[in-house]
């Protein structure tokens, strides 16, 4: 194991607020038991990584959710000048840039070794990831801007 779980879920959950702070300019939080489910049509968006470490990282949120985190990313007035190939986009770029600092702190922090992939994002109901037997997960959901929930997760496996 790379890390605790325990330090995995600060990780994921300092980097994802970083990046929602000074790039989207919305806040997080972790969400509450008494938060929702992400229901209905939503977005999935993963990288995956390679080398010391190997694994994907991804960020599920609903639709809305996502064509507000592109609003706030493109300075647009309107929720209705977002159009679905941007929002696509946008969820691809914030995995990315959440993954960028995860990588940092493995690679400053820890000394491993990573590199990783360009990102894909799907869209659909129920969405997860599932990279098979021995692997780790770290999951969190988070609440943004006090309205939205969405699902940060972690999947890896250390070489040893």
Excluded: H
Excluded at 18 to 46: R, Y
């Amino acid at each position: 194991m790379i890390n605790t779980t325990e330090n995995l879920n600060v990780l994921l959950m300092e980097s994802a607020k970083e990046i929602f702070e000074t790039m989207i300019f919305m806040d997080l939080g972790e969400a509450t038991e008494q938060d929702s489910e992400i229901d209905g049509w939503a977005l999935l968006g993963s990288i995956t990584f390679k080398g010391d470490v190997e694994g994907c990282l991804s960020i599920c949120c609903c639709s809305e959710c996502a064509k507000t985190i592109t609003m706030n990313m493109l300075g647009l007035d309107s929720i209705e000048d977002v159009s679905e190939e941007d929002t696509c986009d946008a969820i691809g770029e914030v995995t990315n840039m959440i993954m960028g600092c995860v990588k940092r702190q493995l690679t400053d922090d820890q000394g491993k070794s990573v590199e990783i992939s360009i990102p894909t994002v799907v869209n659909g109901r129920q969405l997860g990831n599932n990279l098979g037997e021995g692997i780790e997960r770290v999951s969190t959901k988070v609440c943004i801007e006090d309205k939205y929930i969405a699902e940060l997760s972690l999947l890896y496996k250390s070489k040893s």
